[in-house]
């Protein structure tokens, strides 16, 4: 394959944001299924550039109950942060292995400030059976993982929102979406974010879903960043998630929309979170987002 890349790899273990332990461990799963073979087997080359532990449950003070261990995830997302920009300073292609979606954050903030001094913005594709848009009043659970979209387009707590990314709504679409509260839907009507639910995506089909997020995420941006929540997936082929919900993306629908950021050619950085091998069988679920990340990074079938 021609359209070689330098691929930083950054690993983030956390689980403070979720409610479930055990998703900290998903970047080791990843890697025992050989992540970094995988991608080097496409042509690219992989630049480790480290890995972020966030303090342990039982160290940790919760804090507030609307807002869990945000002391904690805050420092996480600082540190995810600097090294997704480090990552984009040398030129390199983050991928970023989690850890609970509250690391995007961090990752999501980097992109979108690496491209500001050039007066470029992003797109966000938000793969995901959530559209963690939940700001602390709405949250029924107070975990900060459903609350990572909404601190990203600028809405939720200051300590979270301060210097993010801010990113314009109409760049930003969730794909996969089938769990959402009422406090997100009135956000999502607010702002006008795009959520392609699964209903849709049944009716429609996969391909012009993702075709039409493409297009949002690439109007008028210097490309786009594409979050990959595990729990998009359905849970009999994806058991080994934090919070899983039935009747998601199939193996194949997941495949597409990889392919299809790839072949868009506009893909800046990507992450893949949630995974928890405490409740994956075999190591099923890391193996296949492992094969996502290729389809992603350009592997295709022919």
């Not at 630049?47 to 420092?75: N, P, Q, Y």
């Not at 459903?146 to 300590?159: D, F, I, K, Q, T």
């Amino acid at each position: 394959m021609g359209n070689h890349r330098d691929i930083a790899l950054i690993s983030v273990s956390i689980d403070l944001g979720a409610g479930r332990r055990g998703v900290d461990m998903g970047p080791s799963a990843l890697r025992i299924a050989g992540i970094s073979r995988e991608i080097e087997a496409i042509g690219h080359s992989v630049t480790e550039l480290g890995t972020l532990t966030a303090g342990g449950l039982e160290t940790t003070a919760a804090g507030e109950s609307e807002l869990r261990f945000l002391d904690e995830v805050a420092h996480v997302a600082e540190g995810t942060h600097a090294l997704v920009g480090q990552g984009l300073d040398r030129g390199c292609t983050p991928l970023v292995l989690g850890g609970d979606h509250s690391l995007s954050i961090g990752s999501v903030a980097a992109v979108a400030d690496h491209y500001r001094p050039q007066e470029a913005s992003i797109g966000v594709i938000w793969v995901d059976a959530h559209a963690d848009m939940n700001r602390p009043h709405t949250s029924p659970s107070g975990n900060i993982h459903g609350m990572s979209l909404a601190v990203l387009l600028g809405h939720g707590e200051p300590r979270l929102t301060r210097g993010r990314a801010n990113l314009r709504p109409e760049n930003v679409s969730v794909l996969g979406a089938r769990d959402l509260d009422a406090g997100e839907k009135r956000l999502i009507r607010e702002l006008g974010v795009r959520v392609f639910t699964m209903s849709e995506i049944d009716e429609r089909g996969a391909a012009p879903c993702m075709d039409e997020a493409l297009e949002r995420a690439n109007a008028g941006t210097a490309g786009f960043h594409l979050s990959f929540d595990l729990d998009a997936l359905d849970p009999r082929i994806a058991p080994g998630v934090g919070t899983p919900v039935r009747g998601g993306l199939t193996y194949r629908e997941g495949h597409l929309v990889c392919e299809k950021a790839s072949r868009s050619g506009r893909l800046v950085s990507l992450e893949l979170v949630e995974l928890n091998p405490v409740l994956d069988d075999r190591n099923q679920t890391a193996q296949l987002g492992v094969g996502l990340v290729a389809s992603a990074l350009g592997a295709t079938i022919l």
